[in-house]
């Protein structure tokens, strides 16, 4: 396929499978993604936190594209990212799914079989799986959600990421690009 325009945000907890989702989709349609991770680390030997005002700029800079996929579990800056997509989707898997993709990850990035965007560690793990994902479901996503409302249009919640390729086939064949 290709040569659909369109701007999808994709928002869940950790190991729900946004990055999986958003690179099928790139390689699907020929639509740049961007991980909202890149726009808050400067990656390199050492990765280092950018200030608000650089993550905000490279966030804008991405938004203004005609077409998009940007994924990650920021919400709290960003708002930007949801008033422009034309669709959002809210990946809800089971928590015990997100918790064995997380261990998943782990295990393939350190021992090189699978490419790593961060440097893992157990405390890492410990926090993805007892902290973040956690609050995700008892704090994050019900501010999504609150944020998200003005755009309810434009969002769907999906249990699993690849119904988020049957919306956006269903988007594509609608002849909205």
């Not at 994709?10 to 999986?20: M, T, Y």
């Not at 936190?49 to 203004?64: I, K, N, Y």
């Not at 409302?149 to 909205?176: P, Q, T």
Request: charged share 30%.
């Amino acid at each position: 396929m290709g040569g659909l325009h369109i701007r999808i945000r994709i928002i869940g907890g950790c190991g729900s499978g946004k990055s999986f989702i958003a690179r099928e989709l790139s390689e699907r349609y020929g639509i740049p993604y961007y991980e909202t991770d890149n726009f808050v680390w400067e990656r390199g030997l050492v990765d280092s936190r950018r200030s608000p005002e650089a993550r905000d700029t490279r966030l804008l800079e991405a938004v203004a594209l005609k077409e998009w996929i940007i994924e990650g579990v920021h919400y709290k800056w960003g708002i930007e990212s949801f008033r422009q997509a034309d669709l959002i989707f809210l990946i809800t898997p089971n928590k015990y799914v997100r918790d064995l993709r997380v261990v998943q990850r782990f295990i393939k990035t350190n021992l090189g079989l699978e490419q790593r965007n961060y440097r893992q560690s157990l405390q890492n793990l410990y926090v993805m799986l007892f902290e973040w994902n956690r609050s995700f479901d008892r704090e994050g996503l019900p501010k999504i959600l609150e944020l998200t409302e003005e755009f309810a249009a434009n969002r769907i919640v999906v249990k699993k990421n690849r119904d988020i390729l049957k919306y956006v086939d269903e988007y594509a064949n609608r002849g909205s690009c």
